[in-house]
């Protein structure tokens, strides 16, 4: 395991080898620490990547040729050890490849890349998933970054909102258990946005499917001080923390999603899957704004 870092004249960011994982954005001119620092008694992950599944399945199992197997919720990717393959001064890439230990859980081929490259104030995200075997390749990956909120000590977690631009309402998906219900609620916006409470969160994420998430920010309504994501072309989108707690708000763009509770184990036709074929590659990026 060890730290890499990342710096120009507006930010520092470190990133940790173990899951590729970001663990630091910090602001030089505004000294502020964006990334939720990881204290275990209350959630002990940063910016965990979700790969090869988003989500729960349904009784944490699946049927792939009629063969049962078992991942944990967002698989395993977050809890493994990345390669880094390419470092310089604003820019990182990290690798991890299929093992004896990940083919016991998850029978394919795989190469997943995962680039951080700096650029002003923005951080931005590129995945690159790549299938290197001769059948084909079934798999979700997802984003899971935790952001400080409050950012500052003087601020409270309901002095903040998440902006949602050009939404007037939303379509939330409903969870059971960490599975998605056949069932969803419309969330009306207040000038585009929804005000943080912890009641927000009493009944664990907030899913929106169907693409309905292209930028979304989170900003605090005293300073104005917050982070704005750009996640264009992503099918599905998680909003989370803990329930009960007052400390950060996760913001995720998804290419997957949990299981639902009427799910047949099917790995194929788990919704959200992706299939790549023969030596096909899959991207996906997100941005982060720090302001």
Known sequence: MSIYH???????????????ELSSVFSIENNIEYIWQAKPEIWPRHAPHLFPIVGKLKDSCYIFLNKNYQLPQHGF?????????????????????????????????????????????KLLTNYEVFNPDSSE???????????????QQDESFNDYSILFPDKKELVINTLHEGLIKNETKTQILNNNKLSVSKSLFDNDALVFMNSQIEKI?????????GVTMECFNWPFFGIWTKKNTEYFICLEPWHGIADAESSDFNFKNKTGIMTLAPQEKFYCSFNMIFY
Not at 217 to 224: A, C, G, M
């Open 137 to 151: 390749l079934y798999c979700s990956i997802g984003a899971h970054p935790a952001f400080n909120c409050p950012l």
């Open 6 to 20: 990342l710096k120009n004249n507006e930010l520092t960011v470190k990133v940790n080898s173990f899951g590729a």
């Open 77 to 121: 990717a977050r809890d493994n050890e990345f390669k880094c393959i390419e470092q310089h001064e604003t820019s990182l890439t990290f690798e991890l490849k299929a093992s004896d230990e990940t083919l016991k859980i998850f029978p394919f081929d795989f190469s997943l890349k995962i680039n951080y490259t700096l650029i002003e104030n």
């Open 217 to 225: 920010s989170l900003v605090s309504e005293k300073t104005s001080h």
